[in-house]
């Protein structure tokens, strides 16, 4: 039987492509049912306050900074979306005395524009976001050297390069409209992907590499950073890839509701709780990971009804 049609972009795959069967399961789920989704190798945690959400991803990285010695340096990945814990981060470094010389940090992705990385001083940098929210804010006796914080360019060789030899702990991340990690947006409806979306085989094999993004993405972007201006937000990214992620030991999502909304969280929660991997939905691959957390800010997750404003 063939593949639905996009409802948001004809052009690409995405989860509105999916059996009905899955996204009616989906829309039912309960918080209670969503924890019962874990299963080894998938954990569902859930916060009751912000507080405690973003402090909890906060010590993540002071977890992952701990473990790194001269001789087995280690370090996390981690998102702009959400971007709450970064000075959390800073502050409780701080406050420890931390000292972060073995410590690296891997940022996720970076918009592309004009056949390079956009520069640190474009107002949607994501390198210039985690320097100015985090790394800025560290005491410089303490803070990691330049060379062990890798922010993905358009030549993406030497950030590639970076991930061998160093643990990286955890992989942070958000969830978006279109149901990415990083920027693994799922594929345009062209070529050999004409009639089905790749294999979950296909897609983990991709490594950190220029994407081009879902239109639900660029909307998204220009909702949560840029004050809606859609023309002001790139349409291509660099993106830390599958292949990255998989050498992470643990990735590790948070949700509070601002980067999707309660049917998105659902489904993926679903998805990778039963081992439904499918690439129109990105974020399902994670069912082949050894080691995935979801984290949610419980009164995110909400009810899918019918609610009229």
């Not at 909307?219 to 201006?229: D, I, P």
Request: net charge negative; with cysteine.
């Amino acid at each position: 039987m063939a593949r639905k049609i996009s409802m948001l972009a004809p052009e690409w795959w995405d989860y509105t492509t999916l059996d009905d069967e899955i996204l009616n399961d989906a829309a039912k789920l309960t918080a209670e049912d969503m924890a019962g989704l874990s299963r080894e190798g998938f954990k569902v945690v859930f916060y009751d306050t912000l507080e405690d959400f973003y402090l909890a991803e906060a010590l993540e990285y002071i977890t992952a900074w701990k473990q790194a010695t001269a001789d087995n340096p280690a370090g996390i990945c981690g998102p702009i979306g959400p971007t709450e814990q970064l000075p959390l981060a800073a502050r409780l470094v701080n406050e420890l005395k931390l000292d972060l010389r073995n410590a690296h940090f891997w940022g996720m992705d970076e918009w592309y524009m004009d056949g390079r990385e956009v520069p640190v001083s474009h107002p949607l940098s994501f390198a210039k976001a985690d320097m100015e929210l985090c790394f800025n804010r560290i005491d410089e006796k303490l803070r990691m050297p330049e060379s062990n914080i890798h922010f993905p360019k358009a030549d993406a060789s030497e950030y590639i390069k970076s991930w061998d030899g160093v643990r990286c702990v955890v992989m942070q991340g958000g969830q978006g409209d279109i149901k990415h990690w990083a920027f693994n947006d799922p594929a345009k409806r062209q070529g050999d992907y004409k009639d089905l979306p790749p294999t979950p085989d296909e897609y983990c094999k991709l490594t950190t590499r220029v994407v081009d993004l879902h239109p639900v993405t660029v909307m998204q972007n220009a909702r949560t950073s840029g004050g809606g201006v859609v023309t002001g937000v790139p349409t291509r990214a660099i993106t830390v890839g599958p292949i990255q992620t998989w050498q992470a030991e643990k990735v590790s999502i948070w949700q509070a509701g601002t980067h999707d909304n309660p049917f998105g969280m659902k489904l993926t929660t679903l998805m990778i709780g039963k081992k439904i991997a499918d690439s129109s939905v990105p974020m399902s691959l994670l069912a082949g990971h050894p080691n995935v957390q979801f984290n949610f800010y419980r009164p995110a997750i909400g009810k899918c009804e019918a609610e009229m404003h």
